[in-house]
């Protein structure tokens, strides 16, 4: 039997067409529908409308009733008609991921129907091989889970009190953690603007970045001027040093520079820094900057795997990228000499001779896990054993 609805009195300026569209929808192409109506003119409106989208019709007599006989039509109907599909929602679906995103997909959310003639909207990172990382939307979904309100998550009315050398150091080296964040902050976010929409688990990965960051400076600051201190010292070499990411324009490289040698190297100093700093709040503050950091690096190194999986030359890419770097800043001089004295104070836990001896070679032995730490990251992307450690040895002195 063929289905037929009543619109009744409703008009189509009034929201008819919903109850008519509702009914093709349960009906294959191709399939008919008859309409009734029993307001002014509706046959007129309802002809019009399906001229619009696309629906052949008929007007008809049945038991002396007036009735418009409408066939769904076998095309996308009006306005849709040449839309773009995007992919799909979920990134496991088959072909979800597109190669290269359109740039007539604009802002749209993956998945969607795309009408045609939307505006173009260019994001410069619009390559899936560019930035995608199969763990991203994971890595996301940690970090969410895992984030930390600065107010509860740390103890500021802890109770101690330190020698003032002591308090200095401190200060010192979070002044220096401080820029360093300030870079890793900027530089995800500079690339957070140019991941074409259709990427959006990276995009939401480093906008996560970004807000970790974010809170890293606001605890180191605060930190800071917990009893009453001014940030310290701030080199021309360690600005130096962080500008070079700046000025990466590659994606996959400044991942390579930033997370994988530099932010993986901060893991160790954050590890050292909550096993040796001389307060709680200091430890605390460590530690939890020490998980967040594990994660961007986590996916660094995803994104650099699937990366080299498809393009090993690659390789040679960042090798030329630690090698020029390192050339860029042999006059600079590296970690300042406040930063690398603190350190030693804050190993030491005391200013005597022997104290400032075990301080040193602890220190020392940072240094040396930092080494292995990159060069245990470099081999899992490929790199030989011999290259992992000349490029460990090339990375900056200032550690970042």
């Not at 039509?73 to 088959?94: C, I, K, M, Q, T």
């Not at 130096?240 to 994988?260: I, N, R, Y």
């Amino acid at each position: 039997m063929r289905p037929t609805i009543d619109i009744e009195a409703l008009g189509f300026d009034a929201g008819a067409h919903l109850l008519v569209k509702h009914g093709l929808q349960q009906i294959a192409p191709g399939q008919e529908l008859d309409v009734t109506g029993s307001g002014a003119g509706w046959d007129g409106q309802l002809s019009a409308w399906c001229r619009s989208q696309g629906h052949p019709c008929a007007p008809l007599a049945v038991d002396g009733r007036k009735v418009v006989r409408v066939t769904r039509g076998g095309a996308s109907s009006g306005r849709w008609r040449a839309a773009l599909h995007s992919g799909h929602a979920d990134p496991r679906a088959d072909g979800a991921i597109a190669t290269q995103a359109k740039a007539q997909w604009g802002l749209a959310a993956r998945g969607a129907t795309v009408e045609a003639g939307s505006p173009a909207m260019h994001f410069r990172l619009d390559q899936k091989e560019e930035v995608w990382a199969e763990r991203a939307a994971d890595l996301y979904a940690q970090a969410a889970a895992a984030q930390w309100d600065p107010e509860t998550a740390i103890d500021w009315k802890a109770d101690f009190t330190l020698p003032d050398m002591v308090e200095d150091a401190v200060v010192q080296v979070l002044t220096y953690m401080i820029e360093n964040e300030v870079a890793a902050l900027v530089v995800p976010a500079r690339f957070l603007g140019q991941v074409h929409p259709h990427f959006r688990e990276v995009q939401a990965v480093l906008a996560i970045q970004v807000a970790d960051e974010a809170r890293h400076i606001e605890v180191f600051t605060r930190r800071v001027r917990l009893k009453g201190r001014e940030p310290g010292l701030s080199t021309a070499g360690g600005q130096s040093s962080l500008k070079t990411l700046l000025d990466e324009q590659d994606f996959s490289v400044a991942e390579f520079l930033l997370s994988v040698l530099g932010e993986g190297t901060f893991v160790s100093l954050l590890h050292f820094l909550h096993a040796y700093a001389p307060d709680p709040v200091t430890r605390q503050i460590a530690r939890l900057a020490a998980r967040d950091e594990a994660r961007h690096v986590a996916f660094g190194m995803t994104h650099l795997a699937a990366r080299l999986e498809r393009e090993p030359a690659f390789r040679t890419r960042l090798a030329n990228a630690v090698q020029s770097r390192n050339d860029a800043l042999a006059a600079s001089s590296g970690l300042n000499e406040e930063v690398f004295d603190s350190l030693i104070l804050l190993a030491a836990g005391a200013l005597t001779p022997d104290a400032i001896a075990a301080g040193y070679l602890r220190v020392q032995q940072l240094m040396v896990d930092m080494a292995e730490g990159r060069q245990s990251r470099l081999e899992r992307l490929g790199f030989s054993k011999a290259e992992a450690q000349q490029l460990s040895a090339l990375h900056t002195r200032n550690f970042m």
